[in-house]
């Protein structure tokens, strides 16, 4: 698959990822049988992850020897996955049709996980957008950016070898939303708390070729805390997405110049 990822038709999207957290599920292997045979016409594409615990010690971090188990449900293009853990869920794609559609997917995975496990808390949920900025030849990833983002002082000479960076966090409903651009040369790569992608990647991900191609990423991160922790309500946090997908949708078309905008098809 070619096209591009999101409701535009030439969209920098690389990734999308959203996440309920809730209150450790220790009994998810017991429902986890249940859950996998409710994905799997879905999601026929079944795997199992184990990630080591890394925990805070004093000044240091720790890697623990047990291995923490989570379960990888995926589309038969392996673009789009659930991933099952003990604190949540997961819906990350590397393509989809535009933001109704994957906001309905995860709606189907919140409603199967409501249904299957008794008694879920959720703590917070998350929204994450990955935007690969590829300029055309003899172009900057300044001319598609916000002035205002760009943080290089002019000390380069005219070389467009030029690495910065620069963060933005607001408060929002409920929680945040965070801005985070990223200026550099050559192929652009998620960012590493993100861990190893085991989908197909987007075409994005494999567009550049030249190391010194000038290149960008905006990486836009919603989250909204629930303090108390709240009962599980599919239709709640549909809702709550549905909010964050706006807030996120905003800060993109702010972040973004005229040039991008008619670049990359904007509707």
């Avoid at 449900?73 to 673009?79: C, E, G, Q, V, Y």
């Avoid at 990833?141 to 002082?153: A, F, I, K, S, V």
Wanted: aromatic residues 6%.
């Amino acid at each position: 698959m070619t096209e591009p990822l999101g409701g535009w038709s030439n969209a920098p999207l690389a990734y999308v990822l959203a996440e309920v957290r809730t209150e450790l599920l220790a009994d998810i292997k017991d429902h986890q049988t249940n859950l996998a045979r409710n994905f799997r016409d879905e999601y026929p594409i079944q795997r199992t992850m184990h990630a080591a615990k890394v925990v805070a010690a004093g000044a240091q971090f720790v890697l623990e020897p047990d291995q923490e188990t989570a379960w990888e449900f995926a589309t038969p293009d392996n673009r789009t996955g659930v991933i099952l853990r003990t604190n949540g869920v997961v819906l990350h794609a590397t393509s989809y049709i535009d933001s109704s559609d994957f906001l309905t997917r995860l709606q189907r995975v919140i409603e199967v996980l409501s249904k299957e496990v008794p008694s879920i808390y959720v703590s917070r949920l998350g929204l994450r957008y990955v935007d690969f900025i590829v300029p055309s030849a003899n172009e900057r990833p300044e001319e598609y950016t916000n002035p205002r983002m760009n943080p290089d002082l002019g000390l380069s000479d005219g070389s467009s070898d030029i690495v910065a960076t620069s963060v933005a966090s607001y408060r929002m409903p409920g929680g945040r939303l965070t801005l985070r651009y990223l200026r550099a040369t050559g192929k652009p790569e998620l960012p590493p708390d993100l861990g190893t992608l085991a989908l197909e990647p987007s075409p994005l991900m494999q567009a550049v070729k030249d190391d010194k191609h000038p290149t960008a990423i905006l990486d836009t991160d919603r989250i909204m805390m629930c303090l108390p922790v709240e009962r599980l309500d599919p239709m709640r946090v549909r809702d709550q997405f549905i909010q964050m997908h706006a807030d996120v949708s905003r800060a993109f078309k702010t972040a973004i110049t005229d040039h991008a905008r008619r670049v990359w098809g904007a509707k």
